[in-house]
């Protein structure tokens, strides 16, 4: 039977026993209102380690807007529902008080990558992105922590993070799972309406259209292309549509500029963002 935990100290000791018999944890990080995205993460955790922890916590420091925090779907009971019937073993949902003391400072040195795309429109989110999880991975110290494909920058940041520490663990980055339209899975989708979501299609469309015209397009025709497609939707605010490596995070200037390309979006649906990306081989 699955286990909820509030506090740190019952995590470790619940994590303490475990680990005494030798077996593997993976962690997934989340803030909860979980949908098909997240518990693609729990399969996948099944698959490579022996013990699943699941974090549910919307933590106040990565968010940039009040209005936004205050807006945030919690769903802590459907959740733990949903985390069980997938055979999830521990989730920790703690307050915020347990995680955070009133005078704490973190500064996490990020380079460039929290001037571009997200960091550029959401100044300090990885600041919290980072503090939050190097909270995790000390509480929990998973062997293997899975994330999704659809926070790309954010998978980045992280990785950086671990190699900076020299943290002792494994990083995953998952596909993005899409509903049957295409609209990559959020925690957010469920403030869209009927209209909005299918509105929001075209940020897959654009970047499915734009990855198809490798080998067929011109770099920079096709891109501006695929900006054209969201910039005329109605009522859709694009904030970013950006071609980088997938390793480093500089911008792209043609097919060829990296092994590896990655393609992200960020665009405003009335007040609701949504992000998603694309990988090119």
């Known amino acids: 039977m699955i286990k909820v935990l509030k506090t740190k100290t019952d995590l470790q000791l619940e994590l303490g026993k475990l680990k005494k018999n030798g077996l593997k944890v993976g962690l997934i990080p989340t803030m909860g209102a979980l949908h098909d995205g997240h518990l693609s993460l729990i399969h996948l955790a099944k698959k490579q380690t022996d013990i699943i922890v699941c974090s549910i916590f919307v933590n106040p420091t990565q968010f940039t807007n009040a209005e936004d925090l205050k807006k945030y779907p919690r769903t802590l009971e459907s959740d733990v529902e949903m985390l069980e019937q997938a055979g999830t073993d521990l989730v920790f949902a703690p307050e915020i008080e347990e995680m955070y003391e009133d005078d704490e400072k973190w500064y996490f040195e990020l380079a460039d990558l929290d001037t571009i795309m997200e960091g550029k429109f959401r100044i300090g989110h990885f600041q919290g992105v980072t503090q939050i999880v190097y909270k995790l991975f000390l509480l929990v110290k998973p062997d293997i922590a899975f994330f999704g494909q659809k926070d790309f920058q954010q998978f980045a940041v992280i990785q950086k993070m671990v190699e900076d520490f020299h943290m002792d663990l494994k990083l995953v980055c998952a596909p993005t799972i899409r509903d049957e339209r295409g609209l990559a899975l959020s925690s957010r989708n469920s403030r869209l ?63 060829n500029s990296y092994p590896k390309l990655v393609v992200c979006v960020a665009a405003k649906f009335g007040s609701i963002r949504l992000l998603d990306n694309v990988i090119i081989e």
């Open 193 to 255: 309406s009927k209209f909005e979501k299918e509105k929001a299609t075209i940020l897959s469309k654009a970047l499915f259209y734009f990855k198809a015209q490798k080998g067929k397009g011109d770099f920079t025709d096709s891109l501006h292309h695929a900006i054209k497609l969201i910039e005329k939707t109605q009522d859709v605010k694009l904030e970013y549509f950006e071609v980088r490596d997938t390793g480093t995070l500089k911008k792209a200037a043609d097919w």
